[in-house]
């Protein structure tokens, strides 16, 4: 009885030691490190340019040629009787800057022709340009010499619209200044009746009817000038030294690689009355 007690009490010793052990050897055993956690990365892409390319180039240089027009009939409409109007050239350079998405300020520089439309007679001398006020009468008509230009400083305000990877159509506008070139001569003539009538009809077979004042006639005043008065009653006219410069522009630009693209414009404003143009930029 006694043994088989001993047995018992020797079988749970075992038991507990057994028992103990190995939960020390499972405390001793260090706990598997977790992966390291990955940052989530946020799924932002960078904004494309109205090329539909991630690519970005900000800065732009290019040239700018074209015609522009002050009507005749404008010029009848509003002021005179008689005139002239002026079609003529011009051209200007161009840094562009571009800002987050589709909208960019062109800083442009360049020269603008105002002389009025030209033609010549039977001889190859120049037409006179005849201009007469409304509300004046025959007798009042003016030879005007008109050798003006101007150097124009402006910056534009443009924001495309595209629509095609290699089409965007885009409106905007412009101000500037513009430092006068040239002058504008004045001279009276004397009416000359019937043949005035067939010079208007047919200029180049008829002769000039406008001949300048003689000394002594009596010189037109109805413009102001700078008085500067020669005996042939021949004139300066009195012309601003700086022009405000006005646009309204709208146009296509065609993107041929993102580093170039070719532009057609047009639009209204002053001192060009209408106008359109011809553009090439480079960016980098």
Known sequence: MRRTFLLFLLAISLTFSLSTAHARSLDAVPAPTPPPSTPIKANVTPKANFLGSIDYFKYGIGIRGGMLF????????????????VVNGGFQVEFILRSAGDFEYAFGAGWHNLTFANGTDSKGSPIPHIFLNKGDSPSEREIVENSLSYIALDVRFIKHFPFHRHVSFFLGGGIGLGITLGQITRTDTLPTGASYENWKKDPVN???????????????????????????????????????????????????????????????????????????????
Do not use: Q, Y
Request: glycine residues 10%; charged residues 20%; aromatic residues 12%.
């Open 206 to 284: 008829n002769p000039v009817p406008a001949i300048r004042c003689p000394a002594g006639c009596k010189l037109n005043t109805s413009m102001p000038d700078n008085k500067n008065i020669d005996d042939g009653g021949r004139r300066e006219g009195r012309v601003p030294p700086v022009l405000p410069i006005l646009d309204l522009v709208l146009g296509f630009s065609f993107p041929i690689h993102e580093r170039f693209d070719v532009r057609v414009m047009g639009g209204v404003g002053a001192p060009k009355l209408f106008w359109w143009s011809l553009a090439m930029h480079v960016f980098f």
């Open 70 to 85: 002050v009507p005749e009939f404008f010029l009848n409409g509003l002021f005179f009787s008689e005139s002239s109007g």
